[in-house]
């Protein structure tokens, strides 16, 4: 299994950016599907934005065009850029990583970061 390790969460306010970073051990980084989820509490894990492979980008219809995937594979690093932050974007943000060859961006992952938090007021 992976480890994978997120960091770039904090407090910001609304319109603010952010970078998140998910750090991932691995022996075969570049053949990873990676993807980043959120949940804000009472909610359900939401899908936000993934990167396949090859690489193909993927985003959540709540953050498309203001949040961009991408990954660099020699650093076995998968970042997240949040721009034009809202409340409503306030949440756990989770990484996560799967190597299976029927991989889809909402399916299911093998591995789970522990998860970094994001905040953003009004």
């Known amino acids: 299994q992976v480890h994978l390790l997120e960091s770039g969460g904090g407090l910001v306010q609304a319109g603010d950016s952010l970078r998140l970073s998910c750090a991932a051990c691995?022996?075969?980084?570049?053949?990873?599907?990676m993807g980043w989820f959120r949940q804000a509490p009472g909610t359900e894990r939401e899908f936000v934005a993934a990167?396949?492979?090859?690489?193909?980008?993927y985003y959540g219809r709540s953050v498309k065009g203001r949040f961009t995937i991408s990954r660099d594979n020699g650093k076995n690093t998968v970042y997240l850029q949040m721009n034009s932050l809202k409340p409503e974007d306030t949440a756990v943000y989770y990484c996560?990583?799967?190597?299976?060859?029927?991989?889809?961006?909402?399916?299911?992952?093998?591995?789970w970061g522990q998860g970094t938090q994001v905040t953003v007021s009004s």
């Open positions: 996560a990583a799967d190597s299976a060859y029927d991989w889809t961006p909402l399916g299911a992952y093998g591995s």
């Open positions: 691995a022996r075969n980084f570049n053949t990873l599907n």
């Open positions: 990167i396949s492979w090859n690489p193909t980008t």
